[in-house]
């Protein structure tokens, strides 16, 4: 079992070092600027999840499920 616990904290470390990266290379977020100049309403707006930015978003919310899960199965103390 302690072979399956070293694969997995591996993977979690990796995990890890993308999300930083991803996180980084986000756009910053604005509050609440897109609704008050109508920036929402633009082909980009509404277009977001097709572009870069928006599969940036998809892969970040994909591995910080991975990231959560993973944190819960190495806690158990089950390896």
């Known amino acids: 079992m302690g072979a399956l616990r070293i694969v997995l904290t591996i993977i979690y470390i990796i995990i890890c070092l993308a ?6 290379m986000q756009e910053g977020k604005s ?10 309403e633009t082909y980009w707006g509404k ?8 599969k940036l978003v998809k892969i970040t919310t994909g ?3 991975g990231f ?4 819960v199965i ?3 103390n089950i390896f």
Do not use: D, P, T
Request: positive net charge.
């Open 19 to 24: 999300l930083v990266v991803l996180v980084l």
């Open 31 to 40: 509050a609440g600027l897109g609704a008050v100049s109508g920036a929402a």
């Open 47 to 54: 277009n977001k999840g097709r572009s870069m930015e928006g």
């Open 63 to 65: 591995l910080a499920v």
């Open 68 to 71: 959560m899960l993973i944190a």
């Open 74 to 76: 190495l806690n158990l």
